[in-house]
């Protein structure tokens, strides 16, 4: 790999509270490292149509502090086709774009290994408020999200006790359910509803039943919105929605609420300026280092590399979604590395929602 003299930054796919620390991070060290910096705005949509500014250190001062992303985000289904990888190369030719560095989720991964495989080496950060990159401990954007669902559930908790109510909350995180069982824990939830753990739907009612014999006045129910209830004509219904109904019906009076991208906004806290900073430093190293095709992970308090396309089949094999000739590469040692990390967040997941229901009163 030729010596590094210009790097691109880019965030894509859904926005995440800590984006702009990580740009900030990004463009101050390769900065210090004696590199141009360039911004392309718009995640990948940028580098098809040529959106492309400068970055210096005073366009990222005081970025830190801000929700969203400074550069914009998008999502762009025309970066998958060669015409689209063919535009982005050419946009990287023209400003002298020697490297990327893609901050986003799975997606954004997918289309950051696409462009080191075209010759533009490529690192990947970790951001997105779901935290369901499963090779990583954490991503940037999540303990954000988790504070601004934790505020709500208990601004809905003052009103569910004044009114002996019980309150549904729907919260974000697609097929993952951490933020949904960590904020249910930290509010004191009476029921939590999460992909990857069977919901035992009588219980829960029972307890709340219980409950409310005791004189207990406000309920909180928190479900992630990657579950669902399948009707008996095959519909798949969001779970948050029918369960609101049948608590209304048999046990007490019940509103629901969805609290959809409102997750996604706030400045971000501490753990994920510090996060996107580390990350972002991380990123720029390995590309000075010469190395492609990798992200950012956090494992064990530690930022290390791992290579993009195994992280991807790491995710789909937690997530149940291989597909034939997904292994067909990797040796029974880097399999079972792959098992290994879906067996800790496994564990993880449970042992969470474990004590959710072990405190669930």
């Given at each position: ?28 060290k ?41 550069i ?12 689209g ?10 400003h002298k ?40 401990d ?28 019980c309150?549904?909350?729907e ?21 939590v ?7 035992d739907?009588?219980?829960a ?9 005791a ?18 004509n ?13 608590c ?5 009076e ?13 400045n ?17 190293e390995?590309?000075l ?20 396309v ?21 040796g ?26 072990d405190?669930?009163?």
């Amino acid at each position: 790999m030729d010596k590094i003299k210009k790097i691109g930054v880019l965030t894509s796919g859904g926005d995440a509270p800590g984006m702009n620390a990580a740009i900030r991070a990004i463009t101050d060290k390769a900065i210090e490292q004696g590199l141009d910096v360039v911004a392309v705005l718009g995640g990948y949509s940028g580098l098809i149509n040529d959106k492309v500014v400068p970055m210096t250190m005073d366009t990222v001062n005081g970025i830190i502090k801000r929700g969203g992303t400074c550069i914009y985000s998008d999502r762009c289904p025309e970066f998958a086709t060669e015409e689209g990888m063919q535009k982005a190369i050419a946009t990287c030719k023209k400003h002298k774009i020697d490297a990327i560095v893609a901050i986003g989720g799975d997606g954004t991964f997918r289309g950051a290994t696409d462009l080191s495989l075209h010759g533009i080496p490529t690192v990947g950060v970790a951001g997105t408020i779901d935290n369901d990159i499963t090779a990583t401990d954490y991503t940037v954007g999540f303990d954000t999200a988790m504070n601004t669902v934790l505020d709500a559930l208990d601004n809905f908790m003052d009103t569910c006790e004044s009114h002996a109510r019980c309150n549904v909350v729907e919260v974000m995180g697609r097929d993952c359910g951490d933020i949904a069982v960590r904020t249910a824990i930290a509010s004191g939830a009476i029921a939590v509803a999460i992909p990857e753990v069977p919901f035992d739907e009588a219980e829960a009612l029972d307890r709340i039943k219980r409950a409310r014999a005791a004189g207990k006045r406000g309920m909180i129910v928190v479900v992630s919105e990657g579950v669902f209830h399948t009707d008996e004509n095959g519909n798949k219904i969001p779970y948050g929605e029918y369960f609101t109904e049948i608590c209304q019906r048999d046990i007490m009076e019940t509103r629901f609420a969805r609290l959809a991208h409102f997750v996604r906004g706030g400045n971000p806290t501490l753990r994920d300026r510090l996060t996107a900073s580390r990350m972002g430093v991380r990123a720029v190293e390995l590309l000075l280092e010469g190395k492609s095709d990798l992200i950012v992970i956090e494992e064990d308090g530690k930022y290390v590399p791992m290579d993009i396309v195994f992280a991807l089949t790491t995710d789909r094999m937690y997530k149940k979604k291989l597909k034939d000739g997904d292994l067909d590469k990797y040796g029974d040692e880097d399999i079972a590395a792959m098992k290994a990390i879906c067996d800790k967040r496994t564990a993880e997941i449970k042992e969470l929602y474990k004590i959710a229901n072990d405190i669930a009163l």
